[in-house]
C-alpha cells in the first residue's frame, strides 16, 4: 500500500553543520514530493518541493534529492541554525489526488548550540 | 494576506459527544483539505473539498465529515466522540486543489482532547 516513511526518528546535529534528513518512500506513481517543517504548536510550513521528473532542487539553505531508482527522498540542509529544530516531514503527492498528501511519521531535528 | 484560520485552537470534549471544527482558508483559496495528527499516526488525510464538493477521502469511518461553504470556508464535523480521536487536526488550502500548482498552506491546528 502507500507509505513514506522515514529512517530516523530523531537527528542531532551541532550549530553550522549540515543536516541531512532522509525519507523513503513506497509509491512509485507519485509524481510530486514536499517536505515540510513543523515547529511546536503551528502546522506544518512548507519547506521546499521536487517533481518526479527532476533529481535536485535547490533553494535557500535547502536542497532536495529525489533518487527514483530506490524511492528514495533527502532534504540537507547547511549550516544548520537553531531556528532549524523542528519536526520535519517529507510528504508525496500523485497528480490526481487533488489536495490529499500521504506524509511521513517525521524527523525531529535538534540543533546544538 | 491572512493565512489560514482554524476555531476553535483548543476544546474538551467527554466520549459520546459530537464536535465541529472551523477552517477559514486563505483568500480565493477554492480547495481545503483536513489532516489529523496524533503522535502515533502521524498527520493523516481525512478529506479534501473543492468548490463544496468532497474530491477525496482518506480512510476514516464515517463519525468524520466535513463540508464547504460556497465562501470556500470549511467545517469538519466528528460525531460520536472516541478517546481515540484526541488529537491536533489541521485545515490546509490551496488555490486549485492540485498541490503541485503550488503550496499548500496549514493552519495551526484545533487541538481536540476526548476526555
Given at each position: 500500500g502507500?507509505?513514506?516513511?522515514?529512517?530516523?526518528?530523531?537527528?542531532?546535529?551541532?550549530?553550522?553543520?549540515?543536516?541531512i534528513?532522509?525519507?523513503?518512500?513506497?509509491?512509485?506513481?507519485?509524481?510530486?514530493?514536499?517536505?515540510?517543517?513543523?515547529?511546536?504548536?503551528?502546522?506544518?510550513?512548507?519547506?521546499?518541493?521536487?517533481?518526479?521528473?527532476?533529481?535536485?532542487?535547490?533553494?535557500?539553505?535547502?536542497?532536495?534529492?529525489l533518487?527514483?531508482?530506490?524511492?528514495?527522498?533527502?532534504?540537507?540542509?547547511?549550516?544548520?541554525?537553531?531556528?532549524?529544530?523542528?519536526?520535519?516531514?517529507?510528504?508525496?503527492?500523485h497528480?490526481?489526488?487533488?489536495?490529499?498528501?500521504?506524509?511521513?511519521q517525521?524527523t525531529?531535528?535538534?540543533?546544538?548550540? | 494576506?491572512?493565512?489560514?484560520?482554524?476555531?476553535?485552537?483548543?476544546?474538551?470534549?467527554?466520549r459520546?459527544?459530537q464536535?465541529?471544527?472551523?477552517?477559514?482558508?486563505?483568500?480565493?483559496?477554492?480547495?481545503?483539505?483536513?489532516?489529523?495528527?496524533?503522535?502515533?499516526?502521524?498527520?493523516?488525510?481525512?478529506?479534501?473539498?473543492?468548490s463544496?464538493?468532497?474530491r477525496?477521502?482518506?480512510?476514516?469511518?464515517?463519525?468524520?465529515?466535513?463540508?464547504?461553504f460556497?465562501?470556500?470556508r470549511s467545517e469538519?464535523n466528528v460525531?460520536?466522540?472516541?478517546?481515540?480521536d484526541?488529537?491536533l487536526?489541521?485545515?490546509a488550502?490551496?488555490?486549485?486543489?492540485?498541490?503541485?500548482?503550488?503550496?499548500?498552506?496549514?493552519?495551526?491546528?484545533?487541538r481536540?482532547?476526548?476526555?
Open positions: 502507500e507509505s513514506v516513511g522515514l529512517h530516523l526518528p530523531t537527528l542531532s546535529v551541532q550549530e553550522g553543520d549540515n543536516s534528513i532522509n525519507c523513503a518512500y513506497s509509491n512509485s506513481a507519485s509524481d510530486y514530493f514536499i517536505w515540510y517543517k513543523q515547529e511546536s504548536g503551528k502546522g506544518p510550513q512548507f519547506i521546499i518541493d521536487i517533481r518526479s521528473n527532476m533529481d535536485k532542487r535547490q533553494g535557500q539553505r535547502v536542497t532536495v534529492l533518487n527514483k531508482t530506490v524511492k528514495h527522498l533527502s532534504l540537507q540542509i547547511a549550516a544548520t541554525q537553531p531556528g532549524d529544530s523542528a519536526v520535519y516531514f517529507c510528504a508525496e503527492n497528480f490526481n489526488q487533488g489536495g490529499k498528501l500521504i506524509f511521513g517525521g525531529e531535528l535538534s540543533v546544538k548550540p | 494576506k491572512a493565512g489560514v484560520t482554524q476555531t476553535p485552537r483548543y476544546l474538551i470534549k467527554t459520546g459527544q464536535v465541529t471544527l472551523s477552517c477559514s482558508p486563505i483568500s480565493g483559496h477554492r480547495s481545503v483539505s483536513w489532516y489529523q495528527q496524533t503522535p502515533g499516526q502521524g498527520l493523516q488525510f481525512l478529506f479534501e473539498y473543492f463544496e464538493t468532497q477525496n477521502k482518506g480512510n476514516f469511518p464515517g463519525r468524520f465529515s466535513g463540508r464547504q460556497s465562501n470556500s469538519m460525531s460520536t466522540l472516541e478517546l481515540g484526541s488529537a487536526y489541521l485545515c488550502s490551496s488555490l486549485e486543489g492540485a498541490v503541485d500548482t503550488g503550496e499548500l498552506f496549514f493552519g495551526e491546528g484545533s481536540l482532547t476526548v476526555l
